[in-house]
């Protein structure tokens, strides 16, 4: 954002201090404002004094003076069309509606610029501002034309710079009070405050506000804004292609696999994937167990899934025991029993979950499940003989999980004991039936 070039307030109090001075001569005025502001810093206090000299209401008479005399004097050592505000000096000393004796001594003011250096062009600024005014004798001096005081002091200057349409519509940066009558003189002395009497329309502390302009009057008056809204797209045709502004904020992701030792367990998952099409010779079996006794994490490269849990269950139920045993913390456990419980009932299933129950905590509902599964596979074959042999290895299994204290019998009492009793005929069955009665 473009900082807005404006006096400070300790320069604005310096600036108003010299307007005040109306009692001293304007040449020492002219001197302090040298003092104070060097060359480089002269225009932006020129300029205030410039804006509120556009103004007639906003100075005094004997102020108005003083301001002329520092933007005359600050530039007396270039020619006069190098003085930025020679325009408005000019149009001061051609002002018909202006008082007399101001542009009497704006006229001298302008006439310096003729002169040879002596200090007899000058003598007038000798005095001070209020004595000027006092001792003006408008019968001695003559107003020449604006267009002859154009020729003679500005024909060779710079012409104006372009003035947009916007910067003719702005506002200035000092406007007349609305509260003040028009026609009303804002310098009378009926708008001094008085102490102990109501204010009037108008009144207040002029010599405060002044201050506050001049620390306040910018470079740029208030211009409208011009608005440049963003056009609307147009509509998309049926004939033609969307245009695509891909997003191209891509993240980097740490490759947790680079690096790693692709051949780790490569023995094992081997082995493995010959257990899930056949039995494993005694010695393959060994290295296997013993590969995932030393390194327990081998089960998560084995290349085992809870899909292919069924084979390895039937063709090597020792090996699935322990990967099972090695896989119980692992987040996809639970699908592994899942698989488990809906499988075809076996006795190399039930060998599984027997060791299983012994090895490790197994959740009860899916030991109560694997049991319902169980009886229900019983209950459902047509073979009588190989009913008669699962409801054998059923009723082991279930003697052994009571005898063992893996489940509590109450949980599941009346359904065991229908099955017993729909199978008395069998040995197993009424043994398991008088187990469950002696706990009672």
Same mark, same amino acid.
């Not at 502390?205 to 740029?220: P, Q, R, V, Y």
């Not at 211009?223 to 033609?240: F, K």
């Not at 030792?261 to 081997?270: H, I, L, M, N």
């Given at each position: ?233 147009? $509509?998309?045709?049926?004939? +033609? !292609? @969307?245009?695509? &502004? %891909?997003?191209?904020?891509? *993240?980097? #992701? ?51 899934? $809870?899909?292919?849990?069924? +084979? !390895? @269950?039937?063709? &090597? %139920?020792?090996?699935?025991? *322990?990967? #099972? ?116």
């Amino acid at each position: 954002m473009k900082k807005r070039a404006t006096l400070g307030f300790e320069d604005s109090k310096a600036v108003f201090g010299l307007l005040r001075a109306e009692q001293r001569p304007l040449e020492e005025i002219v001197s302090d404002f040298a003092s104070i502001f060097s060359h480089g810093r002269q225009f932006i206090p020129s300029f205030s004094l410039s804006v509120l000299l556009q103004d007639k209401k906003m100075l005094s008479s004997t102020q108005r003076l003083i301001a002329f005399a520092i933007l005359h004097q600050a530039y007396a050592s270039q020619k006069p069309s190098a003085n930025p505000f020679i325009n408005l000096i000019i149009s001061a000393a051609c002002d018909v509606e202006a008082e007399k004796c101001e542009r009497a001594f704006v006229l001298q003011l302008l006439q310096l610029f003729g002169s040879d250096g002596s200090n007899n062009g000058k003598e007038f600024l000798k005095q001070s501002a209020a004595d000027y005014i006092k001792n003006f004798d408008p019968s001695v001096h003559v107003f020449p034309q604006q267009e002859q005081l154009q020729q003679q002091y500005a024909d060779k200057g710079h012409p104006e710079p372009y003035s947009s349409p916007f910067k003719d519509g702005s506002i200035k940066n000092v406007v007349a009070d609305p509260d003040v009558p028009h026609g009303c003189d804002a310098n009378s002395s009926e708008f001094d405050l008085q102490p102990g009497a109501k204010s009037k329309v108008g009144s207040g502390d002029k010599d405060e506000t002044m201050l506050g302009l001049l620390s306040n009057i910018a470079l740029e008056g208030l211009g409208p804004h011009w608005s440049r809204p963003i056009p609307p797209r147009l $509509p998309v045709q049926d004939d +033609e !292609l @969307v245009w695509l &502004n %891909p997003v191209d904020n891509h *993240e980097l #992701l740490w490759d947790d696999g680079m690096c790693v030792d692709t051949s780790r367990g490569a023995a094992v998952r081997d082995l493995i994937a010959k257990a899930l099409k056949g039995p494993l010779v005694p010695a393959q079996q060994e290295q296997v167990l013993l590969e995932l006794a030393n390194d327990p994490k081998l089960v998560y490269h084995c290349g085992l899934t $809870p899909r292919k849990l069924p +084979e !390895l @269950v039937e063709n &090597n %139920p020792l090996i699935a025991v *322990e990967v #099972l045993t090695k896989l119980i913390n692992s987040p996809e456990i639970a699908e592994y029993f899942t698989v488990l419980v809906n499988m075809d009932m076996s006795l190399h299933s039930m060998e599984v979950v027997n060791r299983l129950t012994t090895a490790v905590e197994l959740p009860s509902e899916f030991i109560h499940m694997y049991i319902t599964n169980c009886i229900s596979s019983c209950e459902n074959i047509k073979d009588k003989y190989m009913q008669n042999r699962l409801v054998r290895l059923v009723c082991v299994f279930l003697q052994s999980l009571i005898r063992n204290n893996i489940i509590n019998v109450k949980d599941l009492f009346i359904e065991v004991q229908a099955f017993c009793i729909e199978f008395s005929r069998i040995r197993e069955a009424a043994a398991l039936f008088r187990l469950l009665k002696s706990l009672e």
